[in-house]
């Protein structure tokens, strides 16, 4: 028996793969390192999909706002839950 290779309307099917979603919580991870005036060394990044939940803490409200701005910039998140509290340290 001869089986005909699968076409879709005759054309190849497409190939979808699934994002690598530990590829861009190490790309949100990186552009938190690297954003000024934000200490994200206390700062969890996690990807479910194309959101990005943010936990941990900073010093300051600005830092948690920094946090948030900086992860909405990094192609491939759609949506930031940011759940950073900010800790005074004295």
Sequence with gaps: MVFKERT???ESPEEIFPQDY???ETRVADCLTATDGLDASDVAVVAKGNMILLTGTVATPEEAD???EA???VEG???VVNRIS???FR
């Design 8 to 10: 879709f309307h005759g």
């Design 22 to 24: 530990a590829d861009l």
């Design 66 to 68: 920094r946090a948030e």
């Design 71 to 73: 992860t909405a910039s």
């Design 77 to 79: 998140v759609d949506e």
């Design 86 to 88: 900010v800790v005074a």
